[in-house]
């Protein structure tokens, strides 16, 4: 009787998720059954327990009690307790995601309950196997395990399970789109819930009936009124006895809202759906986060917010390639599963036939001849069907091998299509980077000209005064020498002022290439703005002498430092500059004499910290180009100018690499403004 005390109350913090509660009364009930030397409830319970040993470090102490477990199991393997005992670590086998070896030691207990003409133990075989087929993507077969587990439960009156299981069968039929035969199950389920006679949990039971019935309304295109039953299957999980099936009834709550082009409403229950399900990891859990984040792409792109389904598409493709393994693996599972059951009827068969073979033995000694040729004719037709039954076995173990190089094939050739998208990423990005260095060489260059042509001019100058100085020495002309000497200083004067600024960029150029660390310090924003804004304009003229515009600076002097990588900032400015000058050059080729073009920067300080904008009055952007224009590879350049990774690594640099935003305003022929936001630095170390 102790025994058993401890067996309920191990369950009862089972029910309670309290595992290691649960554990130690099993262990003293076990160890109390021992004791009693009822060796059937002794090999129940361990089977029971391996159910309840999870996770790695409890994997081996299971991979025991199962091996005990399966000895018991062999000594007695045509026993009703041996069935029993089966039924349990087959649940075990379940939870390892091992369903081969669950269906096939749930099919031979089945077969041995079924011989002995056993009715009360089979419905939960019976459930076991359509469970395991519904996890196969089966539902056929799984429809005709739970109809005949039905039929028993209905035979034996057992109608404390028949309301579950009415709802097994009708939540198959659904999946087969059979709905009317489906509605009769429906209703044949809430009876016995509205009773209470046929249900141990009559809050699951009908939020059952809710869910089954909103999900056959959907598959009837009947959306508008699947939506209230599945809000009050959702509001009974909600409430104690629920069944935790919350993230269920919030994805087809989503489905039905964009079925009926309501996507802020299906994306509420898409997000409600798909943050429990994340969470979840059981098979359950992993299907509705699938399907909840490929919802909420389709939703958020319906609604043009294509950055906003950005992360779910992610997770839609890293779950989507779990789930696609998983199938294969089910596919797999299925076939070693028919070969399992090919095997049972061929035992089944040679038992029959064995039988018939005895019967006959037994016959009158003056029907031995007939009898020898009845055995003989027995025979020939066992082989056949042997050797028909092992070319078939051969069959499929060549289709196996051939659909596993098959997946072996596809896989290799997807994991070459990544690595050469990787490959090309990388070379467009260094692309993107060595067309930013072309045009900063550029400007340097042409801002390093106009001193240096100073110096070569004036150096020229004089060699020509020394020569007159000479002149007038010969000629002793000591007045005309002494001028033509002042000349000389101050063109000397000249030549040290231009050499120094040539120096001062040279300097000023080494001091930025050391600053290219990846570390983040403190800087003038201001001082940086305007070298690039000017290397930039440089650069263009180099490949443009034509090309003129006007350059404005609005610089705020009160601005406090930033702390950032100068040297990635740099970029991110370089590229906006260009593309202003870009658009107002662009608006320039279109326009007549009378458009000046204009670029404009602009520095100012915010509560969040600093802000740069970068304004042209060129050709200006439409609100589809705006929408896409951070996207990766996406570019309104002719083929050949452009990369489309430009803004792409500049918003990436602002937000992932200093934690700040960069936003985009445009409008048609009028102009743009991209403006970056960066958070405040301390106000020492200040650099540049």
């Known amino acids: 009787m102790m025994a058993v005390i401890l067996c309920f109350i191990s369950t009862n913090y089972r029910y309670l998720h309290k595992v290691d509660e649960s554990l130690k009364y099993l262990d003293r009930s076990i160890q109390a059954f021992r004791q009693a030397h009822q ?130 069968v009708a939540f198959t039929l659904i999946e087969l789109k059979r709905f009317d035969e489906a509605n009769d199950y429906i209703i044949k389920a809430k009876r016995l819930a509205d009773t209470g006679l046929g249900s141990l949990q009559p809050k699951v039971d009908l939020a ?31 409430t104690p006895g629920g069944n935790g099936l919350a993230f269920y009834f919030n994805f087809y709550l989503a489905q039905c809202y964009q079925k009926l082009g309501n996507f802020p409403a299906s994306i509420s229950y898409g997000l409600k759906s798909y943050q429990k399900a994340i969470g979840d990891s059981s098979s359950d859990g992993r299907v509705i986060t699938l399907k909840s984040s490929q919802l909420l792409v389709e939703n958020y792109q319906r609604q043009g917010q294509p950055m906003a389904a950005y992360p779910y598409l992610k997770t839609y493709y890293l779950f989507r390639k779990a789930m696609d393994d998983q199938n294969a693996a089910n596919r797999l599972a299925e076939i070693e599963i028919q070969t399992i059951i090919q095997k049972a009827e061929q035992d089944k068969a040679r ?37 028909r039954n092992n070319q078939h076995k051969q069959r499929a173990n060549s289709l196996l091998n051939q659909q596993k190089q098959e997946i072996e094939r596809h896989r290799s050739k997807a994991e070459k299509a990544l690595q050469d998208l990787k490959v090309t990423q990388d070379q467009l990005i260094q692309k993107e980077k060595l067309a930013n260095l072309g045009e900063l ?26 020569n007159d100085q000479k002149l007038a020495l010969v000629k002793s002309d000591f007045q005309g020498a002494q001028l033509i000497a002042d000349d000389l200083i101050h063109t000397l004067h000249k030549i040290l002022h231009h050499g120094n600024r040539a120096s001062s960029i040279v300097n000023g150029m080494l001091e930025h290439s050391r600053l290219d660390s990846g570390e983040k310090r403190p800087i003038n924003l201001n001082a940086l703005a305007n070298e690039c804004f000017k290397l930039a304009f440089h650069g263009l003229r180099a490949k443009d002498t ?25 970029r991110v400015l370089l590229n906006l500059y260009n593309n202003a000058f870009y658009a107002v050059r662009a ?18 300080k915010t509560k969040e910290g600093v802000q740069i904008s970068v304004s042209d009055n060129g050709i200006g952007m439409p609100e589809s180009v705006m929408q896409k224009i951070f996207q990766p590879f996406f570019t309104t350049k002719p083929n050949g100018e452009g990369t489309g990774l430009g803004l792409s690594l500049s918003y990436d640099i602002v937000t992932k690499g200093h934690g700040g935003l960069l936003r985009v305003e445009s409008q048609m022929g009028v102009g743009s403004v991209f403006t970056i936001q960066l958070p405040q630095a301390d106000q020492s170390n200040v650099l540049i």
């Open 208 to 238: 059952k009936y809710y869910d089954a019935t909103g999900q056959r309304l959907m598959g009837l295109g009947h959306y508008q009124q699947a939506v209230p039953n599945l809000l009050k299957a959702l509001q009974i999980d909600h």
């Open 39 to 168: 060796f059937e409830a002794f090999y129940y319970l361990l089977a029971y327990k391996t159910r309840l040993l999870q996770g790695p470090n409890r994997l081996p102490e299971a991979k025991r009690l199962e091996g005990l477990v399966n000895q018991f199991m062999t000594r007695h393997a045509n026993s009703r307790q041996a069935a029993l005992i089966a039924y349990q670590l087959s649940w075990y086998y379940v939870t390892r995601n091992q369903l081969v070896r669950s269906f096939e030691v749930s099919f031979k207990a089945n077969a041995v309950l079924e011989r002995q003409g056993e009715v009360h133990l089979r419905p939960f075989i019976l459930e076991n196997l359509g469970y395991i087929y519904t996890t196969l993507k089966a539902p056929k077969k799984a429809l005709a395990y739970y109809k005949q587990a039905a039929w028993l439960l209905e035979k034996t009156n057992n109608q404390s399970r028949l309301a579950w299981m009415y709802n097994k």
């Open 351 to 387: 038992l029959e036939q064995s039988r018939l073979l005895k019967e006959k033995e037994n016959l009158q000694q003056r029907w031995w001849l007939f009898s020898s040729a009845a055995a003989l004719v027995c025979t020939l037709i066992l082989l056949s069907l042997l050797y």
């Open 441 to 466: 060489t550029a400007g340097i260059a042409h801002e390093i000209q106009n001193p240096l042509n100073f110096v070569i001019n004036y150096s020229e100058v004089s060699a020509d005064l020394l």
């Open 546 to 570: 034509a090309f003129n515009c006007q350059l404005v600076t609005e610089l705020d002097t009160h601005l406090d430092p930033v702390t950032v990588d100068p040297q990635e900032i740099g």
């Open 587 to 604: 608006r320039q080729q279109q326009s007549d004499a009378t458009y000046q073009p204009t670029v404009i920067v602009t520095t100012a």
